[in-house]
């Protein structure tokens, strides 16, 4: 089982930045693929990026290509999403889940296990 929990959310300037965390607890974090969904009030939750299991994979959404960037550390049980130029739209909840099974483009009900997000405001 992997429990996961994000922080590092906060209140930022559009065009600034900030880095996610994803710390996991167990032993077996190196097993699961991670990714990072955002929700708005009103919305269906959307995926954001996705890294697989060692870290050899990765997948993003359209709207964040080339601004995000998911890492990981399997050592310190934890995996980063990195938000540069950021925009008001990107204003939302933001959740990482694992799964043992990496997709690039992954849905909801594709991953197993959730955390609690974390929130990101952009001001304009």
């Known amino acids: 089982r992997c429990s996961c929990k994000a922080s590092g959310g906060g209140l930022v300037q559009a065009g600034g930045s900030l880095r996610l965390s994803c710390a996991a607890s167990g032993r077996t974090f190196s097993n699961y693929a991670i990714a990072w969904f955002r929700q708005t009030p009103g919305k269906e939750r959307e995926f954001v990026a996705a890294?697989?299991?060692?870290?050899?994979?990765?997948g993003y959404a359209d709207s964040v290509k080339g601004r995000f960037t998911i890492s990981r550390d399997n050592a310190k049980n934890t995996a980063y999403l990195q938000m540069n130029s950021l925009k008001p739209e990107d204003t939302a909840v933001y959740y990482c889940a694992a799964s043992i099974y990496y997709r690039s483009n992954p849905y909801p009900s594709n991953m197993a296990y959730w955390g609690q997000g974390t929130l990101v405001t952009v001001s304009s």
């Open positions: 890294i697989s299991e060692r870290g050899t994979y990765t």
